[in-house]
């Protein structure tokens, strides 16, 4: 069946890095776009940008541009999601999920979803 | 950016009860509005999409109309598996906002 399976939970210090992973299986992984969403604890979803697994071309949210990288490894099925330079509002549960109908915008939501990887932000 | 808005926030109903929630776009977003539920501890699901279609698994009861900057999902007979929080999302240009999410709670 298609699935996303996430990296596991990190803890990090502010200023650091972290690089989440999301792998996909059971269907055509060129032919989908990935979509990174996150949730801080007890707010709601936040959408963080998209990576087209196919040519690697991607699309961030302003107020997350120069901070996140999203890349992919065609011969593992993975996409990857680097958000640098953190802080504790950075603290949340990251998702990857596929875009419906394949595409960019404008497009027809997220269908499928990863598990979430809790990245927590602490010194 | 587009702004999505999402009423009311929070609710209480009772199982059978007919439920009803609005999301507004802050510009024209044609039918690019998609619904999904999220429970305690889980992912999202995709309840509606384009709007109005139903995704593939989801029961009849729920259901999406609108278009345009007006949106509405409704849940024809509340059942006790329904109590979770819906969230709104625009798919019709980046950056994808969601609505702030409608908690629906037993009354």
């Known amino acids: 069946q298609m699935q996303l399976v996430q990296s596991g939970a990190e803890v990090e210090k502010p200023g650091a890095s972290v690089k989440v992973s999301c792998k996909a299986s059971g269907y055509l992984f060129t032919s989908y776009h990935i979509h990174w969403v996150r949730q801080a604890p007890g707010q709601g979803l936040e959408w963080m940008g998209m990576?087209?697994?196919?040519?690697?071309?991607?699309s961030f949210a302003q107020r997350f541009q120069g901070r996140v990288t999203m890349t992919r490894d065609t011969s593992t099925n993975t996409v990857y999601m680097e958000l640098s330079s953190l802080r504790s509002e950075d603290t949340a549960v990251y998702y990857c999920a596929r875009t419906k109908d394949g595409g960019y915008f404008p497009c027809y939501g997220m269908d499928v979803w990863g598990q979430g990887t809790t990245v927590t932000v602490s010194s | 950016d587009i702004q999505m808005t999402q009423s009311p926030s929070s609710l209480s109903a009772s199982v059978g009860d007919r439920v009803t929630i609005t999301c507004r776009a802050s510009?024209?977003?044609?039918?690019?509005l998609n619904w999904y539920q999220q429970k305690e501890g889980k992912a999202p699901k995709l309840l509606i999409y384009?709007?109005?279609s139903l995704q593939s698994g989801v029961p009849s009861r729920f259901s999406g109309s609108g278009s345009g900057t007006d949106f509405t999902l409704t849940i024809s007979s509340l059942q006790l598996e329904d109590f979770a929080t819906y969230y709104c999302?625009?798919?019709?240009?980046?950056?994808?906002?969601f609505g702030g999410g409608a908690r629906v709670e037993i009354k």
């Open positions: 990576i087209n697994p196919s040519g690697g071309s991607t």
């Open positions: 510009q024209s977003i044609s039918s690019y």
């Open positions: 999302q625009q798919t019709y240009s980046s950056p994808g906002t």
């Open positions: 384009a709007a109005s």
